[in-house]
């Protein structure tokens, strides 16, 4: 495959307000692509535009939208085409976890955790994938997590719903093969985000070892510009080893390990 050309295109990234969609926004605005940030937050997203536009020159369209309300990427692709752009990258970063034994969970939380994390991630890549396919010169980038690779006791949804991106991400990059679409998932680690304020958790928020957004977008951009780029990539060597280390021990050993590293969280 060709190296991707991102000048002249347009990205929609979403969760666009803060770490690492913002990352992603000032690394592909620095590339040259234009852009079509998402997310709740209209002050951070118009913030944003000002920012990329004054500094690259790029046309920035902020678009403040709720993932977690159902059937939201099909509303988002109607605002896109309202507005008459045309979308050749997506990048589906937008999601939240939450933190605690499953039956102590708010339902309605969980719902918007699932909303966000799968559904409307689902719901976003099949709203625009045809026309990613169609241009072919582009990316789509599903941002999953290390916890996609076992299951996590007091996290039991959040690891769930990245599983879920994992798996159906490295199918689409099979689909997509020879149409010119670049599809990869990409798992971080912990990162410098507001993401462990969402969680709630205070024994997790340690600051130690994390990456940064900046680390963690590297990691997808160096994977993106290989000549044949890969289904998934992990973000950080440790990473890397803890996420296919479940694969050397039993299911019920990788269990036990992940429970009581998320049982000190509580």
């Given amino acids: 495959m060709t190296p991707v050309d991102y000048r002249g295109q347009t990205t929609l990234v979403t969760g666009a307000s803060a770490g690492i969609g913002v990352a992603f926004a000032r690394e592909l605005a620095r590339r040259g692509s234009h852009l079509v940030l998402v997310a709740r937050r209209a002050d951070r997203l118009e913030a944003l535009a000002a920012e990329l536009t004054a500094a690259h020159g790029v ?153 940064t957004p900046q680390q963690v977008v590297a990691t997808a951009m160096k994977a993106l510009d290989r000549r044949n780029p890969p289904p998934s990539a992990v973000s950080g060597r440790l990473n890397a080893l803890l996420s296919h280390s479940a694969r050397f021990f039993s299911r019920r050993r990788a269990v036990t390990m992940m429970g009581a590293i998320t049982a000190r969280a509580n």
């Fill in 59 to 211: 046309r920035v369209t902020a678009l403040p939208l709720d993932l977690s309300r159902p059937a939201a990427g099909r509303a988002l692709a109607e605002q896109v085409d309202h507005r008459g752009l045309e979308v050749t990258s997506l990048i589906n970063n937008a999601g939240f976890g939450t933190h605690g034994p499953f039956h102590r969970e708010d339902p309605r939380r969980l719902t918007e955790e699932i909303n966000v994390n799968v559904a409307n991630l689902v719901d976003t890549s099949r709203a625009f994938i045809e026309r990613l396919r169609d241009a072919g010169t582009g990316v789509l980038v599903n941002v999953a997590s290390i916890g996609a690779y076992q299951p996590a006791p007091n996290m039991a949804v959040y690891a769930a719903t990245k599983a879920f991106v994992l798996s159906f991400t490295e199918a689409l990059w099979y689909e997509s093969l020879g149409t010119g679409l670049r599809v990869l998932t990409l798992s971080p680690g912990a990162t410098s985000t507001e993401f462990f304020d969402v969680l709630g958790s205070q024994e997790v928020d340690r600051g130690q070892g994390r990456q």
